[in-house]
């Protein structure tokens, strides 16, 4: 059985996520979950078209 979404508790993880998005100019964040918990952002420097 799936748990409620609680919306209106926001994680220290979630807020750091956040922040990190809105101060990107450009490019890709590639997110890794845990549990419904954002544990690590990679941000996407270098991509090679082929």
Known sequence: MERPLDLTVT???EVKLL???REIKY???RVIINE???I???DVR???KL
């Open 36 to 38: 419904g918990k954002p």
């Open 11 to 13: 994680q220290k993880e």
């Open 19 to 21: 922040a990190l998005i």
């Open 27 to 29: 490019g890709e964040l």
């Open 46 to 48: 270098k991509s090679i």
């Open 40 to 42: 690590r952002v990679e």
